[in-house]
């Protein structure tokens, strides 16, 4: 069964530095990977999402996050954090499955709070 | 959120009531998802439906139900055997049913409160 674990619940970062938000997974064959991010009583909006090809994945609003196929994860960046940046991000997973199914796994999110 | 509505925005349902939860797409998407989410839990599927007509339960559907009787209209019934129902509701739609490298674009949500 495919997972995806973030393994921090809140991230703090100051304003201008960079951030990252980790995420690893496990599947048992191709992982298909995304990046979602959810502002306070809001569905969650598309940032990126890693196919095949190139390890580092460029997204919306300056987001990044790069593939490391050895250790499972896909961590998102941001070279510069700006204050509206805080907010809840989601990563998931899906993959090819026998029996038909499409299904997005998502990790229990990480909220990123960038201080002023 | 795109293309895709959900209604209201805002619910209240009553010990032993069924509710019904709207969602629309004009996006000509042809699949269609319904997920909850909890605090700290992340998103988990109750249903979803790669083609009209058809629909498949997900990992909590116990106590809800679905239809897909249009192409744009996915509508998801909370049932009085929802033991635990609060919860926020999203909606999301892929273009292309059954492939995994598709993306799902959600809607706003719907906020239930059981009282």
């Known amino acids: 069964a495919q997972s995806v674990a973030q393994p921090e619940d809140q991230v703090n970062v100051a304003e201008g530095n960079p951030l990252t938000v980790k995420c690893t997974y496990s599947?048992?064959?191709?992982?298909?990977l995304f990046w979602y991010v959810q502002y306070p009583n809001r569905g969650l909006q598309f940032l990126l999402k890693?196919?095949?090809?190139?390890?580092l994945v460029k997204g919306s609003y300056g987001f990044e996050a790069e593939f490391n196929k050895s250790q499972t994860s896909f961590h998102l960046k941001k070279p510069s954090a700006l204050v509206s940046d805080s907010a809840l991000y989601f990563c998931a997973v899906s993959e090819y499955m026998d029996t038909g199914r499409r299904a997005l796994t998502f990790g229990s999110g990480t909220r990123l709070q960038v201080q002023p | 959120d795109g293309g895709i509505t959900q209604s209201p925005k805002y619910l209240f349902r009553k010990e032993g009531q069924n509710v019904t939860l709207s969602c629309e797409q004009n996006?000509?998407?042809?699949?269609m998802y319904w997920y909850r989410q909890d605090p700290g839990q992340g998103l988990r599927l109750i249903y979803y439906s790669q083609i009209v007509n058809d629909f498949q339960k997900g990992d909590i559907a116990e106590g809800y139900s679905v239809s897909r009787e249009k192409k744009e209209s996915f509508p998801l019934t909370v049932t009085s055997a929802q033991k635990n129902p609060t919860a926020f509701y999203l909606c999301?739609?892929?273009?292309?049913?059954?492939?995994?490298?598709?993306?799902?674009?959600f809607g706003p949500g719907t906020r239930l409160t059981v009282l």
């Open positions: 996006l000509n998407h042809d699949a």
């Open positions: 599947v048992s064959g191709n992982p298909y």
């Open positions: 890693y196919i095949t090809g190139d390890n």
């Open positions: 999301a739609s892929s273009g292309r049913s059954g492939d995994p490298t598709d993306t799902q674009y």
